[in-house]
């Protein structure tokens, strides 16, 4: 009788310890299992969170698509219906802390000449406080910012850059300085007007001549922005915008 029991007993500590090795096995396999799970999940985590970030950059890009310089716009009506050139020049003027009255310019300090008998070129064509007057071009404002500058003693230099291409006149807006320069109300397609001999030299003046200040640029929009002395801070399509620069002559000034 002593054999059979310890048969017995050595089959029951055979499945004892097969059962105890089979259940840490289990045991890893679930573990194994987890862990798996565990990292899957933590990989969606990241994967979501990196498109979230990816979002997020992209926002700021959007928000960095535009650059503008900060000034205050001045506007020509109702004291100078024809003095845009005047006023742009007193919005970069103020721009640099001078606080100085737009008409106050176009009184003491704009060259001005009669109709028929001046260029554009070396006066103002008219009277800017008078709504039959023409304009003038870009040696007439550079000549009235210099008597103002010296007059008071600033700080301040003031330069002919006509002639740039317009995309190139962004450099200096990308500095901080902002540009006085000459193309169409509202972008309209202009026309010779007007024609007289001055000197036995013709004299083309073209309707919708319109002088603004460049202040930056759009990527979103592709527009230029710009101090409109009829509309205030406005931006206009980059295309037109070159297209009505270089038809007016491709004329800018600098004050810096």
């Not at 097969?18 to 565990?38: D, G, K, P, R, W």
């Not at 103002?148 to 962004?170: A, G, T, W």
């Not at 109300?185 to 083309?204: A, C």
């Amino acid at each position: 009788m002593k054999q059979p029991i310890k048969n017995v007993r050595f089959i029951m500590s055979f499945f004892i310890i097969f059962a105890l090795i089979f259940s840490v096995l289990l045991n890893c396999a679930m573990v194994t299992s987890a862990e798996a799970e565990i990292k899957d999940l933590s990989s969606n985590i990241i994967y979501k969170e990196d498109k979230k970030n990816t979002k997020k950059t992209d926002v700021l890009r959007q928000k960095r698509g535009s650059f503008k310089i900060d000034i205050t716009p001045i506007l020509q009506y109702p004291e100078l219906p024809t003095g845009c050139e005047v006023t742009a020049l007193a919005t970069v003027l103020n721009y640099y802390n001078c606080n100085v009255d737009k008409s106050y310019l176009a009184e003491y300090y704009l060259e001005k000449g009669e109709i028929g008998q001046t260029n554009p070129k070396n006066a103002f064509v008219g009277s800017p406080f008078s709504n039959e007057a023409y304009g003038c071009y870009s040696d007439v404002i550079v000549n009235t910012a210099q008597r103002y500058i010296i007059d008071y003693e600033l700080d301040l230099n003031v330069k002919n850059i006509s002639e740039l291409d317009f995309p190139q006149l962004l450099n200096y807006v990308k500095k901080g300085q902002p540009i006085i320069f000459w193309a169409t109300m509202q972008l309209t397609e202009p026309y010779e007007s007007t024609v007289w001999m001055i000197d036995s030299e013709k004299v083309v003046w073209y309707a919708y001549e319109h002088c603004m200040v460049l202040l930056g640029f759009n990527y979103d929009t592709d527009c230029y922005i710009v101090s409109d002395p009829l509309k205030g801070i406005t931006e206009y399509k980059r295309d037109l915008m070159e297209v009505r620069y270089n038809q007016i002559g491709k004329q800018a000034v600098l004050v810096s």
